[in-house]
Structure formats: structure tokens, C-alpha cells
């Protein structure tokens, strides 16, 4: 596995413009096909964001907006670490890649043909849609850490995920702003039909792009060991890598703040706000668009100051958003508060993406990324679950802000145990 990951270093500081319109070798081959499938997943998750929204205009029960979040997340928590096993005994991973993820993109066409096919329950149909998903969802999670890390290599991780998710979220923006005037053109449900099978595009960009990645073939173990008996092997290796150990700990603390408030915030601006179409647009274009700039900004200074500068900074900041939210009424404050979020979540993403890597054994990314998303996956199960049955009972705002105490308490946590640190 360690033959892999490692690119020349030429290939890590190439400049953009060459990397896309004139890759002179394998690795800047490898770098345009991971940014043009950015675009492609960015037109795709632009529509995605307005999938909580189309199903609570369905009439969607809180539950049912919690579930969409927790079906991955159960499915991961049972499965990652055996998905990650396997992986780790396939010779090459990028076809498993490629096409979990088509599958889980397409999800979003079958959701804009549900209500053709459905004329009751359809906010049920498009849930089972999204249940089945979950297994291509968990295979795509462990395989997308590995194939982004052996692309890059050590040296070149932030600066390719920050230009990956820079242009993901340019393509993202502009899907979204032209989202919220195709709702214009259309009645309900036929406005949100038409862009979620016009998503198909940007399935058909990804899988194009990312079935094309060429990777050397990895060593597979000639016998295949089973689970149990490779927990005990990582058990005492685990003993030995506090780093791992630390930061895995503190992010999943930290995680149960973040996941309980996803469901929370399309009812939030729909029901407490009554926000329109447009209105929701402009929150998700502005949080994408600062989140898009803040990737270049949060990758010069984890070079210059260090990641751990970077991830007490971000952890710190978006751990706000969900208090500030339940205390605004007005949608123009919305837009502020999410385009700081966007800055600062920018940063989180890029310094766990890294961090996550660089304290994996080389030659065993697969079977300690599958563990690392396994308590990933157990933080995001119950807390979107909780936090429906806490915006019912309690009131969306009191769970907004529970959800911002615990974001601050997994902050504290990683402070403490020196998450970010070098070796």
C-alpha cells in the first residue's frame, strides 16, 4: 500500500492550470480526473442540499427528516470496518470507488421519479430509495480517504483536497443558485422533480472521471483473515498510536454536536423562518461560496502555522453556528451565519482528512480508515434521531443550542489531548 501513495513531489506543487489542461504525467492525470469529478459530485450534492427541503414540503415528519441522516450512519457503524477489511484485500480499489459512488448519485434521479410512480407516501418511497443506498454510501466513505490519499501523496493532501473542494464548491454554488430559480419556473412537486433528474449530469461527469483514476495494484494478503482476528492484530498497534486513538476519540465528541443539528436546520428555516425557495438557495449558495474560498486560506495556514492552529480555530468557530441559528428570525442574519460556517467547516474538513491519514499505519489505510469511519458513523446514528425527537419535545431552538454545547465540548477535548500535534 505505501508504493502507492507516494507521487513524485513535483507532481504535489504542479499549478492548477497545468494539472488540468496539461498533465504531463500519470499523477497529474490522476489529480484533473479528482477535480473534474469534483465538478461532477458538486452539481450533484448542489441538488442534493435541497433533499431534506423537497421532503418536508412532502409533509415529511421530523423523524423521517432525522432518519435520512441516520440510515448511513447505522449502515456505516455495522459496516465500515469489514468494508474497510475487504478493500484492503482488493488489488484495486478505484472501481469499487467509482461505482458505489455512481449508484449513490443516482439515488438522487430515482428521488425526482418517485412521485411519478408514488401518488401516496412518498416521502416513504424516497426514504427506501435512500436506505438502499447506505452500502454504496459506506463503501464510497473508507474507499475515498485511500484513493484521495494515494493520489496526492503525504506532501500533497491539502493542497489537492483544497483545490478538489474548492472547485466541488464552485460547481455546488452555481447549482444551487440555479436550483432556486428552476423552483420559480414549476409548480411543486414537478420544480424539484426536474432538477433532481437533471442531477443525472453530474453523476455521468463523476463516474466518468473517477473510473479513470489509475493507481498501481496493491499486494493483496494471499489469505484473508477474519474479522476478529484482525481486531486483536489492530488492537495492540492501536495501544501504540495515541495519535490515532486521541484524535478519534475527541471527533467523535465532537461530531455528536455537529450531526444532532444537520436535520434541525431545513425545519428550522422552513417551519420557525418560514423561508422561501430563494431565501434557502441564497443560505446554501453563501456558505458554499465562502467555503469554497476558505479552502486556499485554511491550506496556507496549516503550512505555515500547522494543522493543529487550523483545527482549533475551525472546531472553535463552527461550533457557533447551530447557537447563533437558534437565535435568529431573520433570513438575512441566516446568510451571515451560514457563510461563517462555511468558513470555518472549510477547515475542519481539510485538517481531518489529513490528520486521519497521517496517523494511519501506510501499508493498513483501508482496514484504519474502516475503523476511523466506524466511529464516525456510531457518533452520526443517534444524534439526528435525537435531535428530531428533541426539536419535538423540547423546541428546535433548545436543541440547536445542545448541539452547539456539545461541538464545544468535543473542542475542549481535542485542546486537551493535543489533537493536531506532530509527532
Given at each position: 500500500m505505501s508504493d502507492a501513495v507516494a507521487p513524485a513531489n513535483g507532481a504535489n506543487q504542479s499549478r492548477l492550470w497545468d494539472v488540468l489542461f496539461r498533465p504531463a504525467s500519470l499523477e497529474q492525470f490522476n489529480q484533473r480526473h479528482v477535480l473534474i469529478?469534483?465538478?461532477?459530485?458538486?452539481?450533484?450534492?448542489?441538488?442534493?442540499?435541497?433533499?431534506?427541503?423537497?421532503l418536508v414540503r412532502l409533509g415529511a415528519s421530523s423523524f423521517l427528516i432525522g432518519l435520512l441522516t441516520a440510515m448511513p450512519a447505522l449502515t456505516g457503524m455495522l459496516l465500515a470496518m469489514p468494508v474497510g477489511q475487504f478493500l484492503a484485500g482488493r488489488p484495486q480499489i478505484v472501481p469499487w470507488f467509482a461505482r458505489s459512488r455512481f449508484f449513490v448519485l443516482l439515488c438522487?434521479?430515482?428521488?425526482?421519479?418517485?412521485?411519478?410512480?408514488?401518488?401516496?407516501?412518498?416521502?416513504?418511497?424516497?426514504?427506501?430509495?435512500?436506505?438502499?443506498?447506505?452500502?454504496?454510501?459506506?463503501?464510497?466513505?473508507?474507499?475515498?480517504?485511500?484513493?484521495?490519499?494515494?493520489?496526492?501523496?503525504?506532501?500533497?493532501?491539502?493542497?489537492?483536497?483544497?483545490?478538489?473542494?474548492?472547485?466541488l464548491g464552485l460547481a455546488n454554488m452555481l447549482t444551487v443558485l440555479a436550483v432556486g430559480q428552476v423552483l420559480r419556473v414549476f409548480e411543486f412537486p414537478l420544480n424539484y422533480q426536474v432538477v433532481f433528474i437533471g442531477s443525472a449530469a453530474g453523476a455521468l461527469i463523476s463516474f466518468a472521471c473517477s473510473s479513470s483514476i489509475k493507481l498501481p495494484a496493491i499486494e493483496a494478503p494471499t489469505t484473508q483473515q477474519s474479522l476478529i482476528h484482525t481486531l486483536r492484530e489492530h488492537g495492540s498497534t492501536l495501544r501504540a498510536n495515541q495519535r490515532f486513538v486521541r484524535f478519534t476519540v475527541s471527533q467523535f465528541i465532537f461530531r455528536w454536536g455537529m450531526t444532532l443539528v444537520v436535520p434541525l436546520f431545513p425545519i428550522y428555516w422552513v417551519r420557525n423562518v418560514h423561508a422561501s425557495d430563494p431565501a434557502i438557495s441564497a443560505i446554501n449558495s453563501v456558505q458554499i461560496a465562502v467555503t469554497m474560498?476558505?479552502?486556499?486560506?485554511?491550506?496556507?495556514?496549516?503550512?505555515?502555522?500547522?494543522?493543529?492552529?487550523?483545527?482549533?480555530?475551525?472546531?472553535?468557530?463552527?461550533?457557533?453556528?447551530?447557537?447563533?441559528?437558534?437565535?435568529?428570525?431573520?433570513?438575512?442574519?441566516?446568510?451571515?451565519?451560514?457563510?461563517?460556517?462555511?468558513?470555518?467547516?472549510?477547515?475542519?474538513?481539510?485538517?481531518?482528512?489529513?490528520?486521519?491519514?497521517?496517523?494511519?499505519?501506510?501499508?493498513?489505510?483501508?482496514?484504519?480508515?474502516?475503523?476511523?469511519?466506524?466511529?464516525?458513523?456510531?457518533?452520526?446514528?443517534?444524534?439526528?434521531?435525537?435531535?428530531a425527537a428533541l426539536a419535538d419535545a423540547i423546541g428546535i431552538g433548545p436543541a440547536l443550542v445542545l448541539g452547539a454545547v456539545l461541538q464545544l465540548a468535543g473542542c475542549g477535548l481535542m485542546t486537551a489531548l493535543g489533537v493536531g500535534r506532530e509527532a
Open positions: 469529478d469534483g465538478i461532477g459530485v458538486g452539481l450533484t450534492a448542489g441538488v442534493g442540499s435541497f433533499l431534506s427541503v423537497f438522487y434521479v430515482l428521488t425526482g421519479l418517485a412521485p411519478f410512480v408514488f401518488r401516496s407516501h412518498q416521502p416513504e418511497a424516497i426514504i427506501v430509495i435512500w436506505a438502499l443506498a447506505t452500502l454504496p454510501q459506506t463503501i464510497v466513505s473508507v474507499a475515498f480517504t485511500v484513493v484521495m490519499g494515494a493520489v496526492a501523496g503525504p506532501g500533497g493532501r491539502l493542497t489537492l483536497m483544497s483545490r478538489r473542494w474548492s472547485i474560498v476558505a479552502y486556499f486560506l485554511w491550506a496556507r495556514i496549516s503550512q505555515r502555522r500547522g494543522e493543529r492552529v487550523v483545527l482549533l480555530i475551525a472546531a472553535l468557530g463552527v461550533s457557533f453556528y447551530p447557537l447563533l441559528t437558534a437565535f435568529t428570525h431573520r433570513v438575512e442574519l441566516l446568510v451571515v451565519w451560514a457563510g461563517l460556517a462555511g468558513l470555518f467547516s472549510a477547515g475542519i474538513n481539510l485538517v481531518f482528512f489529513d490528520i486521519v491519514l497521517s496517523t494511519c499505519p501506510a501499508d493498513q489505510q483501508p482496514a484504519y480508515v474502516g475503523m476511523y469511519q466506524t466511529t464516525v458513523y456510531s457518533a452520526t446514528f443517534l444524534a439526528p434521531l435525537l435531535g
